[in-house]
């Protein structure tokens, strides 16, 4: 029997950064997803690096010694610090125990990305904060409320193996501790009263603290002429090149994303309009035509 599998990218972080005596982020699993394909006859196709690891990984953790062919695609952007690889890994694991008629736990899937390397978390079910060093799932913050989040980049790219091997991490993160936990604590209320303008307050605490550990020019410029539009509130990616505008549903996104363009001159690219999903990981069945056309 085929299955697919479908995990989520992010955009960015709600938050990142040290409190409570470890390294965490908070999650911000958005509408866009990475899809593994499995249990079907013939061959699959070659996989990327992390992928294949993941592959590999989950057929040792299972005790499995069969080949299991997979097909993988994604509509996440790579290097930007959208969680592709983590989309990739998750939907990877999961399909290759699929097809040997197992189902893994979404801790058991952080598990084994994290050997592969430090991972984000959007397969949890809504948003959580998480240990991406240790693979720990801190806490279950609940589901979020719906908003739209206009996706800009800054440019370049980051290695995320890369960022998370430097020497001064820890102890950056650590100086932004104090703000960090304040972001915490206003995120956790805006989750329980589900309120964007406290999650947007949050996120944007945290970005900004950010800026002493990766620096974006165009955060502060972006998150004023944002709010001006109606915006909540700016997120990043911590480890990447994105900054991403809270917006309510019923705002017009593409009017503010307009005004951005023109304001910003240049300075920042769109990539994508995007929702906050709080669905996590996802399985069915399918076969290889419904697979072709996601």
Known sequence: MAYVVSSPGSCGEF?????????FMVTCPIDRFSYAFSGFEGNGE??????LSAVEKTMAYLGEEKRVPLKLKSHILKGKGMASSTADIS???QAAALACGR???EREI??????????????????????????????????????????YDCGGEVDTMLFNSRN???????????????????????????????IGRAASMSSFANQKI??????????????????????CA?????????????????????????????????????HITNQGMQCRKCDIHDFEKL
């Open 168 to 198: 001064d991490l820890v102890d950056l993160q650590k100086s932004n501790e104090t703000k960090i936990k304040e972001a915490l604590s206003l995120f956790k209320e805006g989750i329980r009263h589900q309120s964007l303008d406290l």
């Open 46 to 51: 070659a996989l990327p690096p992390k992928a």
């Open 103 to 105: 189902k893994l736990s």
């Open 15 to 23: 938050i990142q950064g040290y409190a409570e005596g470890s390294s």
């Open 238 to 274: 911590h480890s990447g090149t994105v900054l991403g505008l809270i917006l309510p549903m019923e705002k017009d996104a593409m009017a503010v994303k307009n005004f951005l363009d023109k304001e910003m001159k240049g300075r920042i690219s769109f990539l994508d309009l995007v």
């Open 91 to 93: 939907a990877a694991c």
């Open 110 to 151: 952080a598990a084994i990305a994290l050997s592969i390397e430090p991972s984000d978390a959007t397969f949890f079910k809504g948003v959580v904060q998480f240990d991406y060093r240790e693979g720990r799932l801190i806490r279950e913050m609940g589901l979020c409320p719906a908003m739209q989040i206009l996706v």
């Open 214 to 235: 990766l620096y974006k020019k165009p955060l502060e410029d972006f998150y004023h002429l944002g709010l001006e539009q109606g915006g909540k509130g700016v997120i």
